[in-house]
């Protein structure tokens, strides 16, 4: 047998094997192929319109070729940020983020524990599937239900929670100063029971002897919960809060603006950068200036997830994203 030969075979037995290896995980890869394909058309190909942010939009031109629109630099990024716009959608953005993961984090965990305590299998359920419903709900039918409390003629409180309180009516779609209690509670009335979940099956994976051995010890509930509990489920929550802190400065569209009903009179409490692009883009016509926001939003999220990614490698390696 010639040495070209023995080579052929060798190389013939070591694809067989390698696909006998890779046979097992067929099934898996064919069942990650539309999650994938849908990650590339959605999230990755989108940024090759990054370079929008950069140039004088001229429609009749297109984007790229000879007779492509104009390279105009930072302009459109100096434009966004002489304005006022660009410091009421910084500060609006951040601070609803910042609430919504700091209370989210509180109630989600909080109602877990709650439910985790709760022996009966029916009523655990019924209790699960009460509080995730909401999360189910589409955020146009809230907007709508958020109205028949809200409305000026016909809202429920104006009818009938403010007359027995003795209060005048409220115009509330014409009044800033009560938004900022409105959306919160109407993210966290939504988003609670989702993240409720994921806390609950953290719970529920911790071995129960830990707890027979803080009961031994005389531990009480609170003290169960404080160094039991919070520590088992400290890697679940450094990782939902990371991610959160990735998107802080993306909103939840439909809640800041379907929920106001796009009401201009509350723009200042309202307006966040999803909103602003949305508005400069088919408002304004004006999408070099909204590539700009959406750049700026992309590039302080990616840096956020880095140094709060470094500040838990400093305390807890383990528990990093990377």
């Keep these: 047998m010639t040495t070209k030969t023995i080579a052929s075979s060798d190389t013939q037995q070591a694809v067989r094997k390698t696909r006998r290896k890779f046979k097992p995980y067929l099934p898996i890869l064919v069942m990650m192929l539309p999650g994938m394909i849908y990650l590339l058309i959605n999230n990755y190909l989108p940024m090759f319109g990054l370079v929008i942010a950069f140039k004088d939009i001229d429609y009749s031109g297109g984007i790229w070729g000879i007779l492509g629109s104009d390279w105009n630099g930072l302009t459109n990024f100096k434009f966004l940020f002489q304005t006022t716009d660009a410091y009421i959608i910084t500060r609006n953005t951040l601070l609803y983020n910042g609430t919504f993961i700091v209370l989210g984090l509180i109630l989600s965990v909080g109602v877990a524990i709650l439910l985790n305590e709760v022996k009966n299998r029916f009523f655990s359920r019924a209790y699960q599937t009460v509080i995730l419903l909401p999360f189910l709900i589409s955020m146009v039918i809230v907007s709508y239900l958020v109205f028949g409390f809200l409305g000026s003629e016909q809202g429920y409180l104006n009818n009938t929670i403010l007359p027995m309180l003795g209060l005048e009516p409220i115009s509330w779609y014409m009044e800033s100063k009560y938004w900022p209690y409105i959306l919160t509670i109407v993210s966290l009335w939504k988003s609670v029971g989702f993240n409720c979940i994921v806390y609950l099956a953290a719970i529920i994976g911790i071995d129960q002897e830990y707890y027979e051995a803080a009961t031994l010890d005389g531990a009480s509930k609170w003290q169960q919960f404080r160094t039991v509990t919070i520590p088992l489920i400290a890697p679940t929550i450094i990782t939902l809060t990371l991610l959160a802190i990735g998107r802080i400065f993306y909103s939840d569209f439909g809640l800041f603006y379907q ?24 408002v304004n016509n004006d999408i070099g200036m909204s590539a700009a926001a959406g750049f700026y939003q992309s590039i302080v999220g990616f840096i956020l997830v880095i140094l709060s990614n470094y500040a838990v490698r400093k305390f807890s390696k383990d528990n990093a994203l990377f």
């Excluded at 009903?261 to 509350?266: A, D, E, L, T, Y």
């Excluded at 200042?268 to 883009?281: E, K, W």
Aim: proline content about 4%; charged content about 10%.
């Design 259 to 282: 929920v106001p009903m796009n009401s201009g009179m509350i723009y200042d409490t309202t307006n966040v950068i999803d909103t602003y692009v949305f508005r400069g883009l088919l």
